[in-house]
């Protein structure tokens, strides 16, 4: 059974960083892309990152370019987010979600996401 | 960027009525349709792939249908279960982009 963990999320003040990290299980990890989805209070859905199986092709919005830095551990199943400069726009439950194949963008399986909130 | 506006923001409906939920691109993004259903407090759950295609355990009773521009999701006869809010994803171009939602609620 596919199995994504996320973690690292909590109040940061603005300006600040965090690092989140979302645990896979249940599949082969090194051979699917993944990708970063985020939702505001109340909002709807927000693409944010994708990264290919190798690592090498990561892809962003233009609200977090510059900013944000998706990375993934294959060796330890483990997908990463790290978030600098953080703004209060960027409040928002991030989930972590599985490619249904390599370049298919299609999201197959969550996690159940982890809250960010970025206030003084 | 490709912008995907859905309608209507909210559909009142009751449970055995058939519920049809609209979603339309600004540019062509021919079959590149994705449809996802999110429940109050859960992640989003895959319902739909490249416009009419259900993913794995999606009951029948979920149906998309489109191309290009134009792109709707049917359900056939409402469950208490498919009340929920719905959304639409185009996976055509970069930025991936999602519509705004549609909140199917109970009359």
């Known amino acids: 059974e596919v199995h994504l963990l996320e973690s690292g999320g909590g109040l940061v003040q603005p300006g600040g960083s965090l690092r989140l990290s979302c645990e896979a299980s249940?599949?082969?990890?090194?051979?699917?892309?993944m990708t970063w989805v985020r939702q505001a209070p109340g909002k709807g859905l927000e693409w944010v990152s994708s990264?290919?199986?190798?690592?090498?092709?990561?892809y962003y919005a233009d609200s977090v370019k510059g900013r944000f830095t998706v990375s993934r551990d294959n060796s330890k199943n483990t997908l990463h987010l790290q978030m600098n400069s953080l703004r209060a726009e960027d409040t928002a439950v991030y989930y972590c979600?599985?490619?249904?194949?390599?370049?298919?963008?299609?999201?197959?399986?969550w996690g159940q996401g982890t809250l960010v909130t970025v206030s003084s | 960027e490709i912008v995907l506006t859905q309608s209507p923001a909210t559909l009142s409906l009751s449970p055995g009525d058939r519920a049809t939920l609209s979603c339309r691109a600004s540019?062509?993004?021919?079959?590149?349709l994705v449809w996802y259903q999110q429940k109050p407090g859960q992640a989003p759950r895959l319902l739909i792939y490249?416009?009419?295609n259900r993913a794995t355990g999606i009951p029948a009773r979920f149906s998309g249908s489109g191309s290009g521009t134009d792109f709707t999701l049917t359900i056939s006869s409402l469950e208490p279960e498919d009340f929920a809010v719905y959304y639409c994803?185009?996976?055509?171009?970069?930025?991936?982009?999602f519509g705004q939602g549609t909140r199917l609620e109970i009359k």
């Open positions: 994803q185009q996976r055509s171009n970069w930025p991936i982009t």
């Open positions: 490249d416009a009419s």
């Open positions: 540019q062509s993004i021919s079959s590149s």
């Open positions: 979600a599985k490619y249904s194949g390599s370049g298919t963008r299609v999201f197959d399986f």
């Open positions: 990264i290919d199986t190798s690592g090498l092709e990561r």
């Open positions: 249940g599949f082969t990890f090194r051979k699917y892309p």
